[in-house]
T-cell receptor
Framework: AQRVTQPEKLLSVFKGAPVELKCNYSYSGSPELFWYVQYSRQRLQLLLR??SRESIKGFTADLNKGETSFHLKKPFAQEEDSAMYYCALSSGTSYGKLTFGQGTILTVHP | NAGVMQNPRHLVRRRGQEARLRCSPM?????VYWYRQLPEEGLKFMVYLQKENIIDESGMPKERFSAEFPKEGPSILRIQQVVRGDSAAYFCASSPSSATNEKLFFGSGTQLSVL
């Protein structure tokens, strides 16, 4: 069965510092991975997906199949990055059924 | 486009009552997903529906829970004879297609509290 693990429940950094939110997964097939973000009082929204190889709001994430990881990184954190971040795995179906990690609350201090 | 609309935002029920949660997908979206988030946990998939069809209900408890997405009107998640363990945030998401890499648009959720 597929599983997504986010080992850090809470992560605090100072503004301007690099940040890395960890995500590990277990899945026997070819995974499709996503990062979703929920800012305070807002809806859960897609931040980025690995197939797009995009950088959104300065964040990037590289799929490492050897380490089964999809860590989210940003070189210089901003206060507005404070939010709950969820890593998610598409569950191998022909539709968008996702398996979510437990989430990491990122706090960026001024 | 107002986005995915869920109502009510908060629902309080006593044990044994019924809870009905509504979800109106984004305009043009015919694919709806329901997720449940228990306290201190991530979102867990419950059911995937297309108009008038349940495609995957593998995450739904076998008893007391049902879902529908009629030809007209919102998708409904119905929980009969609620128990305290049903207290959770229930999120609905919609998408324009069923592609695995399709972006899901989430609603604000319904917080169900069972007294």
């Amino acid at each position: 069965a597929q599983r997504v693990t986010q080992p850090e429940k809470l992560l605090s950094v100072f503004k301007g510092a690099p940040v890395e939110l960890k995500c590990n997964y277990s899945y026997s097939g070819s995974p499709e991975l996503f990062w979703y973000v929920q800012y305070s009082r807002q809806r859960l929204q897609l931040l980025l997906r690995h197939i797009s190889r995009e950088s959104i709001k300065g964040f990037t994430a590289d799929l490492n199949k050897g380490e089964t990881s999809f860590h989210l990184k940003k070189p210089f954190a901003q206060e507005e990055d404070s939010a709950m971040y969820y890593c998610a795995l598409s569950s191998g179906t022909s539709y968008g059924k996702l398996t979510f990690g437990q989430g990491t609350i990122l706090t960026v201090h001024p | 486009n107002a986005g995915v609309m869920q109502n009510p935002r908060h629902l309080v029920r006593r044990r044994g009552q019924e809870a009905r949660l509504r979800c109106s997908p984004m305009k043009g979206h015919s694919h709806v997903y329901w997720y449940r988030q228990l306290p201190e946990e991530g979102l867990k998939f419950m059911v995937y529906l297309q108009k008038e069809n349940i495609i995957d209900e593998s995450g739904m408890p076998k008893e007391r829970f049902s879902a529908e997405f009629p030809k007209e009107g919102p998708s409904i998640l119905r929980i009969q004879q609620v128990v305290r363990g049903d207290s959770a945030a229930y999120f609905c998401a919609s998408s324009p297609s069923s592609a695995t890499n399709e972006k899901l648009f989430f609603g604000s959720g319904t917080q169900l509290s069972v007294l």
